[in-house]
């Protein structure tokens, strides 16, 4: 299961509605992909679409689904959003990671 903290939920709501998506019915899809310099990276994008395959979670009113491959390097994750001096952005708080890059977007196991 991903958790969505409150200033994520706020961002996420923001985002999807210029986006034309609407946060009660459609998707935030996390997956993660090869590539980065720790060698695995985040994707994260709105979503309509639920396929067969997809874990659907919802979590402060946010639906998040994954695919079963990423699922595995996602468990337990918090999905936060930082606006701060450091750059603003999602932040993925992986318990699973044993390595991030210095900019966060990326990670090992």
């Known amino acids: 299961m991903i958790k969505v ?3 994520a939920k706020v961002k996420i ?9 609407d946060v009660v019915k459609d998707y935030v899809r996390v997956g993660v992909k090869s590539g980065g310099c720790s060698g695995l990276s985040y994707d994260l994008k709105f ?3 639920l396929h067969e ?33 450091n750059g603003k952005g999602f932040v993925f708080n992986n318990p699973n990671a044993n390595r991030t890059c210095g900019c966060g977007e990326s990670f090992s196991l």
């Open 5 to 7: 903290s409150d200033t």
């Open 13 to 21: 709501s923001q985002l999807m509605s210029e986006e034309g998506f």
């Open 47 to 49: 979503d309509d679409d």
């Open 53 to 85: 395959t997809d874990k659907m979670f919802e979590d402060n009113h946010v639906k998040i689904i994954i695919d079963k491959k990423s699922f595995l390097y996602l468990v337990g994750t918090t999905l936060e959003y930082s606006g701060g001096l």
